[in-house]
C-alpha cells in the first residue's frame, strides 16, 4: 500500500474560524511534509516531520500549525486564515528525511477557501 | 538551494505527435529526479523517479531520461492522446530529502 491519504478534500473556512487538515500513512514512513500549493505554481514546502518531530519551518505564519501525534498521522491546524491563504494543501511521506534519495508519495490534496 | 527551470511554459501539440519536455537544474550533485503530472484541481500523480545513478526509466508510452553532467532530464511522451493534457512538474532531490520543483509544462494536446 502506497497511498497517502488526506480528510477533507474540500473545505470552506471563515477568517475567525478554526479548522483542521487531516494526513494519513501506513507504509511505515518516518519523515511527513506538508506543502501549500497555488493555482499555476509549484507545491511550496511548508513544514517537514522527521521522526515525529518538527524538524523544517519555512517561515510559515503562526496561525498554520502542524502536529504529528504518531508515525502515521500528520495535522495542520488552521486558525485566523486570510483569503490568501486559500490554495491545495498537499501532504506527502517518505521512508526517511535524510539525504535525498528517498521517493516522497503525495496525497491528493485538500482544497482550501477561505472567505 | 536547487533550482529548476522547465521551459516552455506551455505547448500545444497535435495527437499522435511525441511530446519531449525540459527540464534543467542547477546542481549536478543531486539524489533523484522525479517527474509528475498535475490536472487541474487535483493533487500530484507521480510518472517516474529516476534514480542519480540512472540514465532513465520508462513506463509505457513515457521515457525519463537523466544527464547529471549537463544538468538537464528530459521527458518524452510517445503518440500524444488528448488525454495526456496535463501539466507536468520536473522536481529533484537535495539535502534532508526536499524537492525542489519547477514552474511546469501547460500541455494540451489537440485532437
Known amino acids: 500500500d502506497t497511498e497517502v491519504t488526506q480528510t477533507p478534500k474540500h473545505l470552506v473556512m471563515g477568517m475567525t474560524n478554526k479548522k483542521s487538515l487531516k494526513c494519513e500513512q501506513h507504509?511505515?514512513?518516518?519523515?511527513m511534509y506538508w506543502y501549500k500549493q497555488k493555482a499555476k505554481k509549484p507545491p511550496e514546502l511548508m513544514f517537514v516531520y522527521s521522526y515525529e518531530k518538527l524538524s523544517i519551518n519555512e517561515s510559515v505564519p503562526s496561525r498554520f500549525s502542524p502536529e504529528c501525534p504518531n508515525s502515521s498521522l500528520l495535522n495542520l491546524h488552521l486558525h485566523a486564515l486570510q483569503p490568501e491563504d486559500s490554495a491545495l494543501y498537499l501532504c506527502?511521506?517518505?521512508?526517511?528525511?535524510?539525504?535525498?534519495?528517498?521517493?516522497?508519495?503525495f496525497g491528493p490534496g485538500t482544497r482550501l477557501t477561505v472567505t | 538551494k536547487q533550482e529548476v527551470t522547465q521551459i516552455p511554459a506551455a505547448l500545444s501539440v497535435p495527437e499522435g505527435e511525441n511530446l519531449v519536455l525540459n527540464c534543467s537544474f542547477t546542481d549536478s550533485a543531486i539524489y533523484n529526479l522525479q517527474w509528475f503530472r498535475q490536472d487541474p484541481g487535483k493533487g500530484l500523480t507521480s510518472l517516474l523517479l529516476?534514480?542519480?545513478?540512472?540514465r532513465e526509466q520508462t513506463s509505457g508510452r513515457l521515457n525519463a531520461s537523466l544527464d547529471k553532467s549537463s544538468g538537464r532530464s528530459t521527458l518524452y511522451i510517445a503518440a500524444s492522446q488528448p488525454g495526456d493534457s496535463a501539466t507536468y512538474l520536473c522536481?529533484?532531490?537535495?539535502?534532508?530529502?526536499?524537492?525542489?520543483f519547477g514552474k511546469g509544462n501547460q500541455v494540451v494536446v489537440i485532437p
Open positions: 506527502a511521506s517518505s521512508q526517511s528525511p535524510a539525504g535525498g534519495g528517498y521517493e516522497q508519495y
Open positions: 507504509m511505515g514512513h518516518r519523515a
Open positions: 522536481a529533484d532531490y537535495y539535502g534532508n530529502n526536499r524537492l525542489a
Open positions: 529516476i534514480q542519480s545513478s540512472q
